[in-house]
């Protein structure tokens, strides 16, 4: 098979049982739900065979409006590897992202690649999961409601840098939300829903990292024993409290972007959950 053989088109619909059977392959959890999500949510491309058969590589960008993008869901089939494959399907969606900042989470084996098309590391991304155990449901965290949702996007835009409203609408349609503060003023949200194995909880967007606790604990404390995930930033107390609470540090990867533009640190919120490793 060579680079020849194979051609990129439009990720489609009906290429998602293609793209389920890579992630399977490279033993990824997501399930075909997840994969509509992110397909909903996205565009990109698929590879396909001589014949146009069979998904030999995906590759999605997920759009926060006209500022930052995404590029998530990078599969090449292990029978197709070493060809340039994983190249053509970066050029492609970096074309297609257009003028946008770039965001990724990158595994030690991607790395090389993302770094020759000019990626650099911002960070760590640590994935925490497990069953929840020994969780206290915090007083001051309540459900969301319909009229939060302006404001739970505002907080998001601040600690991300970009609007992802389809995003967040979405994954409020799937799953659901909550918020802590007070009857004034929201001070941070987070959001849950199915994923892989169990269940997802990010983002996770507040002002301080006891808030953050306490949202994540919002949705630990009703689902013990329950398989949950978490995946966030490198951050020594939060990894310990999720470590105690049941959530097993299993894996850690490498968040890159494209420009390296360095983001202020002054920005009053802060993501302490992605949403996922695809969506940031």
Known sequence: MTRSTLSLTAFRPEHLEGALRLSRQAKWPHRIEDWQLALELSTGFVALDANASTVL??????????DVATINMVIVDEAARERGLGRQLMEAVIALAGPRTLRLVATGEGLPLYQKLGFSQTGTIVQHQGPASHVTAPINVRPAE??????????????????????????????????????????????????????????????????????????????????????TAEAPQLGAWLTDKGLARVDESIAMQRPAVARSSRAPFTTFALASQAFG
């Open 57 to 66: 590589g995906t590759i999605l960008m997920t759009p926060y409006k006209r």
């Open 146 to 231: 319909p009229r939060d949702i302006s404001e739970i996007i505002d907080l998001d835009r601040s600690a991300y840098g970009a609007n992802r409203e389809d995003l967040l609408r979405a994954v409020a349609k799937v799953g659901c939300l909550a918020v802590v503060g007070n009857d004034q003023e929201i001070t941070g949200f987070a959001a849950l829903r199915d994923f892989g194995r169990g269940e997802v909880i990010g983002p996770v967007v507040a002002a301080n990292a006891d808030d953050g606790k306490a949202l994540l604990a919002y949705f630990m404390a009703g689902r013990e024993g329950r398989f949950v995930r978490v995946d």
